[in-house]
């Protein structure tokens, strides 16, 4: 099967890379992980005067995503290939987190970006935020600007409520509007990440009446304790049979659900064997992985 040899391939040298010892950031091109991440669980807690809405979820990364390869210019241009269809370069992440972090430190060395775009665009696993904020925490090595995580994850979340989770590179609780991080260590599972074939708005999926928005707070100790779920999930099926089909389908193998707002849907395995057994099963036309999960993000392991 094509895309099943082109998955185990990516894969493979996600694992291997982060396995070589990394990198120390000061050569003048590397090539550099954006891996995706889950929500493991996400539940809705209430909505805010203000529209938006309350929330506990738990992110956790996987060994699994696009690669940017960097190098440096001494003449202040940011330069991205290739195109995306249908995303301006100016709009692209990755270009505005390069010129956000060269304008707020006044630096005037530039940098050519070329994204490797892997993940599934509007899956929910954080493709376009993994993104920029492995273009913020390299650029700032290989410019040697010195800023610290807490700032350049204050200049991503400008950029996506998710950059941040990626600037600081650990698994982590988040409360409120998803801006209250505590970091975890949830256990380190196996997943099959499945991409149905569709597009979730997620601004009209918070807006549907039918969403659950009155689950009780609990604590995070509670919480990792009890089975994992998705107040998400119900809504995302009402509307998308897509996502209802493979989602039963899943669910006859291993317990599975929504990441985040979808459209990603994922099983989860104890061991690699399990996860890869069932994925070899999927129709070849279904856009899907398998990746471990990982408390601690690839790009600072590959950073060292």
């Not at 890379?17 to 889950?38: D, F, V």
């Not at 993994?130 to 800023?147: C, D, G, K, M």
Request: contains cysteine; glycine residues 8%; charged residues 20%.
């Amino acid at each position: 099967m094509e895309i099943l040899s082109q998955a185990m391939h990516n894969a493979h040298i996600f694992s291997t890379a982060l396995c070589a010892g990394g990198t120390t950031g000061l050569s003048t091109q590397n090539r550099y992980p954006c891996p995706a991440k889950l929500n493991l669980f996400l539940y809705i807690n209430g909505q805010r005067a203000d529209g938006y809405h309350e929330l506990q979820t738990l992110f956790q990364f996987l060994d699994y995503g696009d690669w940017l390869t960097v190098t440096p210019r001494n003449d202040g241009l940011i330069r991205l290939t290739p195109h995306l269809d249908g995303v301006a370069t100016e709009q692209n992440l990755v270009y505005r987190a390069a010129k956000l972090l060269q304008q707020y430190s006044g630096c005037h060395l530039g940098a050519d970006l070329h994204l490797d775009k892997i993940l599934p665009i509007g899956g929910g696993v954080g493709g376009g935020s993994s993104n920029a904020a492995t273009a913020l925490v390299v650029l700032n090595r290989l410019w040697r600007l010195n800023l610290s995580l807490d700032t350049l994850a204050e200049l991503g979340l400008t950029l996506g409520a998710d950059v941040p989770i990626f600037v600081h590179g650990h698994a982590a609780f988040a409360e409120g509007v998803g801006e209250k991080l505590v970091d975890c260590e949830p256990e380190e599972k196996w997943y099959l990440v499945v991409k149905p074939n569709v597009s979730i708005a997620t601004a009209k999926l918070f807006q549907d009446p039918a969403l659950t928005r009155n689950t009780p707070k609990r604590p995070l100790s509670t919480l990792l304790n009890q089975e994992f779920s998705n107040d998400c999930e119900k809504v995302v099926k009402d509307h998308y049979p897509e996502v209802e089909h493979l989602l039963d389908w899943l669910l006859q193998y291993a317990p599975a659900r929504l990441t985040g707002t979808g459209a990603c849907i994922f099983a989860e395995f104890e061991n690699q064997a399990a996860a890869e057994q069932v994925y070899k099963q999927l129709p070849k036309n279904i856009n899907s992985f398998v990746a471990r999960g990982m408390n601690r993000s690839p790009l600072h392991i590959f950073l060292g």
